[in-house]
């Protein structure tokens, strides 16, 4: 048990690690979520993160090839759209499909990305409460949750399994948002660690993903 470890006997590292490092980083985006999604990945481009951006973006089905063809663009990295189960890649974007949530699980203790068929009462597809929650259940503490433009309040729940978990949220400013009801849910909850533009969540993952290198 966790109680029994004496901590005098850890290495130096693990005694000293205070800061949560930066394992992954989960966005959720509804209503015009797809251009603050790509100008933050655009500012991204040949950054190595050591994490994989895992991404449910409301869209219709029609549209999902194009989104996914957007993202590479705008990010230069590959772009997996969920199907079954597969591996989960640092580096890579996992994009939820349009008709199937993505949920994160472990098989042989390694990360992976799950297709997972709705249900009928489901009332968001994709859920990005589920691909929070089940984020924050493999990353814990170095999960960064990220809350874009949206109306609804897909997210407010797995934003709170977030934090649970110990890990942190972020919310898109509402000043720059296409819809402002979906972050500013989680705002009025209190979960929002910080309420910043598009342009300057991108700067902060990479303070995160610096300040994580040095832990």
């Known amino acids: 048990m966790l109680k029994d470890i004496d901590t005098h006997d850890a290495p130096p590292a693990r005694r000293l690690r205070q800061r949560p490092g930066l ?9 015009g979520g797809l251009q603050p999604l790509s100008t933050i990945l655009h500012m991204l481009a040949g950054r190595t993160l050591n994490a994989p951006l895992l991404v449910a973006l409301h869209t219709p089905a029609q549209f999902c090839e194009t989104v996914a063809s957007t993202l590479r663009r705008e990010s230069g990295r590959d772009v997996v759209i969920a199907n079954g189960i597969s591996p989960i ?4 974007i996992h994009l939820a499909s349009a008709d199937a949530h993505l949920r994160v699980t472990r098989l042989f203790a390694q990360p992976q990305a799950e297709s997972v068929e709705p249900c009928e009462a489901d009332r968001y597809r994709p859920s990005i409460d589920l691909l929070f929650a089940s984020a ?9 949750a ?4 949206g109306m609804g309040e897909d997210g407010l729940a797995g934003a709170r399994k977030v934090a649970e978990c110990g890990g942190r949220v972020f919310t898109q400013a509402l000043s720059t948002c296409a819809a402002t009801t979906m972050p500013a849910a989680v705002v009025a909850a209190g979960l ?3 309420e910043m533009s598009p342009e300057e969540l991108a700067a902060q993952i990479l303070i995160r993903r610096d300040s994580a290198a040095h832990v």
């Open 136 to 144: 924050a259940q493999i990353y814990g503490r170095d999960l960064l």
């Open 192 to 194: 929002s660690g910080a």
């Open 89 to 92: 890649r640092p580096d890579a």
């Open 146 to 149: 990220i809350v874009l433009t």
């Open 23 to 31: 394992r992954a980083i989960a966005f959720g985006a509804s209503t």
